[in-house]
């Protein structure tokens, strides 16, 4: 007899019937999905302001030809519209709606749109974006605990790459 405590496959078959209008979410999701759409709808507020950051960086750099940089930016603002969009469709999933109403982005949004006029002052303005949406990642990773494997695999995927987003930035703010 297995000491692992799984549920039995005739229950699992008869819940999985249950409610089916809920599409992924089933009767075994724990997590608060109120609050999850939340903090999801934050994060996609989060990358979308960071991909009009980004934009606005990397045209303005490329005014100054500062084509290294310019080039870092739009790959960034490129990563961050995909992360915007795995946000989203999960969202989607738990039943939600994306908020993509601009009048929203900058209130829920964790990071912030900093215009920036030199090429420094953009270019730390993005380190500082890519540290707030580290740590708000984090959190976000430590509150999902094992409630929802699905969204915590999301905002650690994504968190990833925040990390090197912010390693670019800070390479990038060393050589001017
Ligand atoms: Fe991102
Ligand atoms: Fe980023």
């Known amino acids: 007899m297995s000491n692992v405590e799984l549920t039995d496959v005739q229950t699992l078959r008869e819940r999985a019937r249950q409610h089916v209008e809920q599409g992924a979410v089933t009767e075994g999701y724990h997590a608060d999905r109120k609050e999850i759409l939340r903090l999801l709808n934050e994060s996609l507020a989060t990358e979308l302001v960071c991909v009009l950051r980004y934009k606005r960086h990397y045209f303005m750099a490329s005014g100054i ?14 990563q961050e519209a995909e992360h915007a ?62 409630k929802d494997p699905t969204t915590r695999r999301i905002f650690e995927d994504i968190l990833a790459q925040e990390e090197e987003h912010a390693d670019d930035m800070s390479d990038l703010l060393q050589g001017l």
């Not at 030809?65 to 490129?78: G, Q, R, T, W, Y």
């Not at 601009?102 to 420094?120: C, E, F, I, W």
């Open 85 to 146: 969009d795995k946000l989203a469709e999960r969202i989607v999933q738990l039943g939600g709606e994306p908020d993509f109403n601009p009048d929203n982005l900058t209130r829920n949004s964790h990071a912030q749109y900093v215009a920036g006029s030199s090429l420094k002052e953009m270019v730390l303005e993005d380190l500082v974006a890519e540290r707030i949406a580290i740590d708000s990642y984090r959190e976000i990773i430590q509150y999902i605990g094992d």
């Open 65 to 78: 030809k500062a084509s290294v940089a310019a080039s870092e930016f739009l790959e960034h603002a490129n």
